[in-house]
């Protein structure tokens, strides 16, 4: 029986970072200041539903400003895009503590500061919605995309209501200036009781993961986002995620993320995987302190980062040969419009001969919508061009055999 | 003949926003104030040297800030990150007229303002070069980039310096601070001389290839930059690339971007395409009206969005067969970490029979580094529990067939 | 029977801005909103007090933040300026509706904004008050101030308490950086109690009177507060009374002044009088449209600038003659720094005959304790030079007869 | 022969101060780093011309940015309150280094600031002087205040220059926005030639005096500026003289004031004096040490605060007598408003008899305008009463004898 290598490297990782010991319980409440400093935890989930994990991986804590994203990309689903923008603006913002980080138009600046988190709860469920029905909402969704029944740690959400006053300073200037209506305490309640949510570092992955998976949970399969909503959702987080560090923070290491003052960090790369890490301390910007350099060691050694080049497509068009009146067109790897741009240009350049063109997709491992368009598009010129077209589709990656004018194209088995 | 119908839908992208009219000039230069305001053009560039355009493609117009993104590129490649980042910090600033968007450090906030990009066009060619030798190896730069002689528009410059006020409050201020040595006059001098680099939108769309594909120019295959470069430079026009509407563009077109007064706009999708429009009018944020458009449109149709998620990686262990005592593992694809995780995955799941196995790298399109490492690892692995292994590799995508350990793997052919 | 002029005067500036109907009510406050928007009123007191008065002047407005000088005031009588000055800052600041316009201690700027002006209320009466003893000590000193019992106005308390987020998020704030300890809700509660103080025009004129005179009622001749506090309590007016146009209405107006959303304004002249107005319509920044014309032309016509240098200090030596042996020094006006400094002067400069010297106090008004220190320094040196001191004071203006060095000096009857 | 104990009392504060050695020397130029450290002067000049010092009164330095409130005086007189305005905001503000201080229409926040203290110096002598000719226009004014020639350090001009890269680019930023025309250069240089004009701590008394004299020189007699000039400068030396610390100075020290960084410090008592202090040693806010420590104690020692309340004015009416037909009503002191109040109130209160009413201005020290028109109306009043009314005015305290309605009063001689 072979073993995983994946662990190990993670568990390397964790050495590396172990005897990190600087850094601070947050201690605006008691429940994180008298919490064990200790525990250290990574877990990856890719698109595909695999999870690998090292350390403290089952321990559960609070997700504090975690669950920011996951609202967001709730009351996004929820909402629409145009209502989430009138409440929630989309700009970086420092979130300097004696500042509301409210935009020109008394909007906050994004929604992964409190100020914008508050109003996004808000939205949740809608706005006549009692708490519990709120909280519950937010609290069940979360636990789908978890896979499992995440519970919330009232206790400690009573004691950090006990301290709340920034946030119910936050609260009260968002009812002066109408971007929420409810009662202060109720937003700042509801708000505390979804960051009470509480999760493991595995269940941290997984969650990202379905955001990395344009909203298909990488294990039970359940569509529970729309792609679009995950590519907003990502989009602020690299934006914003980091507060004033974000620019550093894309630069260098280069993955969306959002930290919580519990000790969580999660980070995503879109299509391929979702991060997260647990250690408690902080360093002044309220980062966990191990969490991040476990962060920049994963983007250096995997090629993690967003802005990465060197996945430089590879020939997506494997080879054009002719058997006797037959010229048949090999594609390969994923279609999507770079791939299907090789295609036109293949065939613009090629000089067609004998009276079929055999378009072979054995090797093509999928299609996004722009280049079913663009190869479509291209087989009708051939047609046009007087000669007849087949496709050669074994493993049935794409979805329908017509041409870009409607009429069908036939299929070579 | 085939025609290619990339330049048709360019074409009619261009007529969508062609009725546009809205939007002014630049003002601030009698050369700008008095440009023609109807050109309209648009390109694109793969990493593979594809170029597409439509419209008023071959006119040529100053780069004014565009010229910011390549010159930093060319400061990191010169002095490295950490003498560029002990000059010019990395975090998203709105671009105050009358603040000098300054950090803490009295260090400009990001390259992408005017303040930034003073200080960065002072690391390049040695801070003792004269001006000419320094805006000599830029022009010639840029040229390599362009792939043709680039040449300067010395009269609009001059014109420029004449009323380059902010410019040269700016210098004085870094002067003051130490972040220039130079005089005043011949920083701005130099960065203005930068600016006045004349480039046509085809010209553009080559150059941003080059940073989309790691630094390799597209065209000619030669190697202009890191790949590290590339990437740093992405991310900072991701964050700061539009100025203060930095979030809601990476948000809504998820193309890290810059515009230039002289009504040019760049975006790039790291390993996939340059792409760059021309439309001299302006919104009042600074930005081309129809240039913007026409990105909103391309992100749209071509799910070209840097967040996309719709792209999930198909599946890279294509196959796991046996023959007799022989098994085969079929890759395919790019193998990046998500494949060779794939790949981990599944040798790690499979129950292993016979006493060879083959791993058959026919379909497999590039090799990035980490996957080189763990598919190593995994074939170790394999090795360690008692089959002999081989590698089946016609296309020669793996560079060596070195395990991890050192020891070297055979070939099958 | 002679009639006075000042009212008539004042009835004229009133006939003058009658007709500027310009400016908008309050309108976040009902009651506010549904006021008459027509009542006009003025009133001087003098420091004698003499009270002028035209228009509208009994009917009763409440104070809003024109009740935070009379705050101030109280605060240091009760706390003294050091511990006022731990919880709140002095400088000048913008009272922007969506900043806190705390400093880098997290001490609100000044006692003269919103955030400042509720952590002085918490400073009234202990901060382990009830909030009804607090309230009942401010409306019972206010009352002094005022001459007569003031009410408030709860209902109009009650409304502004329904609609209190701003004051709510700024309590807490406060409450979040320890500079207040109530609950957020109480110390609302409280300062818009304070607010909710119902005053007649004439009523402010009496209370800025006191402050005027150094804390003596004008009418009662009751010492309510020292002279120190009322100093303190102009200055902070000078440099924040009028929020961002302080240092314009400084240069203008020349008048440290304060005014509140419903209508009111006060202005103090040291050692002079207390001025107050009343017209409801305000202008954008939320001060009375015509109490500032009235104010304008006040302070024009009557030479009411504080840095007016028009009243030159006259010659304070009146005249120094000498009878027989006898030098008569004849001393006139207000004795301070300048005039005892003329003594100073004048007595160096002449050649004293004779054995005796009388200062002749007969002309004069009152005497600054530095100028009896410096006088009687003087009739020292005289004693010393050999001549015998007597001192003419028939209106008792000189407290003691005691030369700098303890000894008396005889009086010259 | 008597000696002045002023200059004693002004030594005793400078051996107070005399130890105090903390502070730095202004280090951005050679001339001043290098400064002797330790000269220490302190000078009182009186509205009379009595002059008062102690120290090293007759070291000459720099004036620096105390040219300031000068060169406003002169723009002031020159060009008028409206044209000044339109170049230069009037509130107050603080001067962070790394910003420009201009306000949202672009006008510098300030004159006490260096962006104001630049666009105030291209005010005068109209903004089509030659830099000489403008300089010589400033030091002739400047010499005029002082009573003596004085002369420019240019050494020191030179190498501020050399190193004038703050001043530079705030020119730069001023001829950006249109509120200088001339050449930044040439801005920098006049601005830089009037801070190098050379002055000892008497020079700066006397200079100050004339401000606090209306504009009358002390001790020539000359009128070199309007009362309302002095009144304007002296407002926004207390507003924005000592930088962030405004408020705060204005509370505690309570006067006007202004500081330059080769250590010289000046303060003004509208009506009664100037002051000026000269240490080298800066505090990190850029005043003089020793300075603020002797202007704290002068203004705690001699009353000399702004907001002082204790000259409450005495009696202004004297009595009201009656000699059979006669009234005779005495008054004493300065006539200002509050004066001629007492008098008007006096004259309705009382019960007239007789036939004639002399007005006794024997003791009248001075009159305000206001108070003059004040008294006529009274006197008409008495007159249209049925009363024949004359004036005993032996010192001619009274310009003429005209009633308010042009008649002309009769003098009682």
Same mark, same amino acid.
Not at 304 to 328: K, P, W, Y
């Given at each position: 029986?072979?073993?995983?290598?994946?662990?190990?490297?993670?568990?390397?990782?964790?050495? /590396?970072?172990?005897?990190?010991? $600087?850094?601070?319980? %947050?201690?605006?409440?008691?429940?994180?200041?008298?919490?064990?400093?200790?525990?250290?935890?990574?877990?990856?989930?890719?698109?595909?539903?695999?999870?690998?994990?090292?350390? /403290?991986?089952?321990?559960?804590?609070?997700?504090? !400003?975690? !669950?920011?994203?996951?609202?967001?990309?709730? %009351?996004?689903?929820?909402?629409?895009?145009?209502?989430?923008?009138?409440?929630?603006?989309?700009?970086? $913002?420092?979130? %300097?503590?004696?500042?509301?980080?409210?935009?020109?138009?008394?909007?906050?600046?994004?929604?992964?500061? @409190?100020?914008?988190?508050?109003?996004?709860?808000?939205?949740?469920?809608?706005?006549?919605?009692?708490?519990?029905?709120?909280?519950?909402?937010?609290?069940?969704?979360?636990?789908?995309?978890?896979?499992?029944?995440?519970?919330?740690?009232?206790?400690?959400?009573?004691?950090?209501?006990?301290?709340?006053?920034? @946030?119910? $300073?936050?609260?009260?200037?968002?009812?002066?200036?109408?971007?929420?209506?409810?009662?202060?305490?109720?937003?700042?309640?509801?708000?505390?009781?979804?960051?009470?949510?509480?999760?493991?570092?595995? /269940?941290?992955?997984?969650?990202?993961?379905?955001?990395?998976?344009?909203?298909?949970?990488?294990?039970?399969?359940?569509?529970? +986002?729309?792609?679009?909503?995950?590519?907003?959702?990502?989009?602020?987080?690299?934006?914003?995620?980091?507060? /004033?560090?974000?620019?550093?923070?894309?630069?260098?290491?280069?993955?969306?993320?959002?930290?919580?003052?519990?000790?969580?960090?999660?980070?995503?790369?879109?299509?391929?995987?979702?991060?997260?890490?647990? $250690?408690?301390?902080?360093?002044?910007?309220?980062?966990?302190?191990?969490?991040?350099?476990?962060?920049?060691?994963?983007?250096?050694?995997?090629?993690?980062?967003?802005?990465?080049?060197?996945?430089?497509?590879?020939?997506?068009?494997?080879?054009?040969?002719?058997?006797?009146?037959?010229?048949?067109?090999?594609?390969?790897?994923?279609?999507?419009?770079?791939?299907?741009?090789?295609?036109?240009? %293949?065939?613009?350049?090629? @000089?067609?001969?004998?009276?079929?063109?055999?378009?072979?997709?054995?090797?093509?491992?999928?299609?996004?919508?722009?280049?079913?368009?663009?190869?479509?598009?291209? +087989?009708?010129?051939?047609?046009?061009?007087?000669?007849?077209?087949?496709?050669?589709?074994?493993?049935?990656?794409?979805?329908?055999?017509?041409?870009?004018?409607?009429?069908?194209?036939?299929?070579?088995?």
């Amino acid at each position: 029986m072979l073993t995983m290598p994946i662990p190990e490297y993670l568990h390397e990782i964790l050495d /590396d970072v172990r005897d990190t010991t $600087s850094g601070e319980l %947050a201690d605006y409440i008691p429940e994180l200041k008298s919490a064990d400093p200790n525990p250290l935890a990574v877990a990856l989930c890719t698109v595909n539903g695999h999870i690998y994990s090292a350390g /403290d991986d089952d321990i559960e804590f609070t997700m504090q !400003s975690i !669950s920011k994203p996951f609202a967001y990309a709730l %009351a996004l689903q929820e909402c629409g895009f145009d209502e989430v923008s009138a409440s929630v603006a989309l700009e970086p $913002s420092g979130e %300097a503590f004696n500042e509301l980080s409210l935009d020109g138009e008394n909007r906050p600046m994004n929604p992964m500061i @409190n100020a914008g988190a508050i109003a996004i709860n808000q939205l949740i469920n809608g706005s006549d919605s009692t708490v519990e029905d709120r909280v519950e909402k937010i609290r069940h969704y979360f636990s789908e995309l978890a896979g499992r029944e995440l519970t919330i740690d009232r206790v400690l959400a009573e004691s950090e209501l006990a301290g709340a006053d920034r @946030n119910l $300073s936050i609260a009260h200037m968002l009812r002066n200036y109408g971007v929420i209506e409810d009662e202060a305490h109720d937003a700042v309640l509801s708000y505390t009781l979804q960051c009470a949510i509480k999760v493991t570092t595995r /269940d941290l992955a997984v969650m990202t993961a379905t955001l990395a998976a344009g909203g298909t949970h990488p294990i039970t399969g359940k569509k529970l +986002l729309d792609a679009r909503v995950c590519r907003l959702t990502l989009s602020v987080m690299a934006s914003a995620g980091m507060y /004033d560090e974000a620019g550093q923070w894309l630069s260098t290491v280069g993955i969306p993320a959002k930290s919580g003052v519990a000790g969580g960090l999660i980070g995503i790369l879109p299509g391929q995987l979702g991060i997260a890490t647990f $250690s408690p301390r902080l360093n002044p910007k309220g980062n966990s302190v191990r969490g991040v350099k476990i962060f920049k060691q994963l983007s250096d050694d995997m090629g993690l980062h967003l802005m990465s080049t060197e996945q430089v497509s590879g020939h997506a068009v494997r080879s054009i040969t002719r058997d006797g009146d037959t010229t048949f067109i090999q594609m390969q790897g994923a279609m999507n419009f770079s791939a299907s741009e090789s295609f036109l240009h %293949a065939i613009v350049e090629h @000089n067609f001969e004998g009276t079929e063109v055999v378009l072979d997709l054995t090797r093509v491992l999928s299609f996004h919508p722009v280049a079913i368009r663009m190869i479509k598009e291209g +087989l009708k010129r051939i047609r046009d061009a007087g000669f007849e077209v087949f496709i050669l589709d074994p493993d049935d990656v794409l979805p329908d055999f017509m041409f870009s004018d409607g009429t069908i194209c036939k299929e070579r088995v």
